[in-house]
């Protein structure tokens, strides 16, 4: 008969012991993809909102510097000594602000010419008050074009949150020009009573283009402004800067009336002069408010790229360690299976030899013809003895 042989234990195959690993490493490959990209695009975004708060500060600097140069525009334009008092204090806090930040905005090119200019202003009224007016005004449009530098550089301009779009857009563009616009009008309104009847012609068409060109900017300003507390999540910008804005709003409605046409004389100097005033007064206090907010927008947006930035990673952390405990479950398995298939492979060797094949004897007959069992509880030489044939 035959005996069977011991089972073999059939090892793992190749592909069986490695699939797991490489899930796991497959795995790794788009959580790393993944977390690149994100803080990739986290990165950006924080270095643009720290980019736009330099631009703030700068925008910020710009100012008094504003403010000091229409008050002299319009010293100067009446025929009185300039105090260079203002003018300097505030010229000398921008260049502060530029020697910290202007290598990175890339403004101090341009800041030199502006501060050149400045500096190059007489103390004195000038005899020609023409000439006094254009000399000012050359200085003025090289600071609206810094401000515009400013608000490029510092990527203000492409603000990604349209509430801080419309607030940067309000406070570096329109105030300004409408600012800059508004002392030019009240100045050529005081300029027009001394100038010939041949030039009133020109002269009521320059004050209307003035007009358009202070209220213009004046009323870009508020629409951007409620367009921005309109999309606002802050609950801090609506309150802080509506009131600000509707004084500002009612000092352009004034200028608005004063500088309209009244007759052949044009509009009254004096009355649009103080007009002037309250609408700058007015914008230099909605001014400080706009910057503020604007900074605290981006130090908000800051604030959450961090705790975005620290969340992405701590999920890449523990995505991390649960596939390094899954991956060491792995091996430990593959270990086990190695060893007992090795404990498998070692115990053959040890019982010997495998066993063999048995063949059954051939039936034996006794001499009377009697069937005897297999081995018949006899030796060989018993079943073939020579004379069980006579018997």
């Known amino acids: 008969m035959t005996v069977p042989a011991p089972r073999t234990r059939r090892r793992p195959s190749v592909p069986g012991r490695t ?16 977390f690149a990209q994100t803080d990739g695009h986290t990165g950006d ?13 700068y925008l910020r600097a710009l100012g008094p510097v504003t403010d000091a140069l229409i008050d002299a525009q319009t010293t100067a334009v009446a025929g009185r000594p300039v105090s260079r ?14 020697g910290a930040v202007g290598d990175k905005l890339r403004t101090r090119e341009r800041w030199a010419g502006v501060r050149a ?14 000439a006094a007016l254009q000399a000012y005004g050359e200085v003025a449009d090289l600071l609206l074009a810094l401000h515009r530098k400013v608000r490029e550089a510092s990527g203000l301009v492409r603000d990604p949150r349209s509430d801080s779009f419309f607030v940067q857009d309000a406070v570096g563009a329109d105030l300004p020009a409408a600012m800059v616009a508004a002392g030019r009008l009240a100045d050529v309104a005081t300029l027009a009573p001394d100038r010939s009847a041949a030039d009133r012609p020109k002269t009521v068409a320059e004050l209307a283009e003035l007009r358009v060109a202070a209220l213009g900017p004046a009323t870009d300003l508020v629409d951007d402004l409620r367009a921005a507390v309109g999309s606002s999540e802050s609950t801090d910008l609506g309150p802080t800067v509506l009131t600000p804005l509707d004084t500002y709003q009612r000092s352009v409605e ?20 103080a007009a002037r005033r309250g609408a700058q ?14 900074d605290a927008l981006l130090v908000e ?12 990673r701590g999920a890449l952390a523990a995505a991390g360690v649960l596939l390094a405990v899954l991956a060491g479950v792995l091996l430990s398995a593959l270990r086990r299976a190695r060893r007992r298939a090795a404990e498998a492979d070692r115990e053959p060797a040890e019982a010997g030899p495998p066993p063999v094949t048995l063949h059954p004897d051939p039936p034996a007959f006794a001499g009377n013809g009697e069937l005897l069992p297999v081995g018949g509880g006899r030796g060989d030489s018993e079943r073939w003895r020579p004379f069980d044939a006579a018997r």
């Open 19 to 34: 699939v797991p690993l490489l899930l796991v490493l497959a795995l790794l490959a788009p959580l790393g993809l993944l």
């Open 45 to 57: 975004d924080h270095d643009l909102a720290a980019r736009e708060r330099l631009g703030v500060r």
């Open 85 to 98: 008092a203002a003018l300097t204090a505030a010229v000398e806090q921008a260049a502060e602000v530029d």
């Open 117 to 130: 200019k400045l500096e190059a202003l007489p103390e004195r009224g000038l005899a020609d008050r023409e």
């Open 254 to 273: 004034a200028l608005a009336a004063f500088s309209a046409p009244a007759g052949a004389a044009g509009p009254d100097p004096v009355q649009l002069g």
């Open 281 to 294: 007064s007015a914008a230099t206090q909605l001014r400080q408010v706009i910057l503020d907010q604007l």
């Open 301 to 312: 947006r800051l604030d959450r790229l961090d705790r975005d930035r620290w969340l992405a």
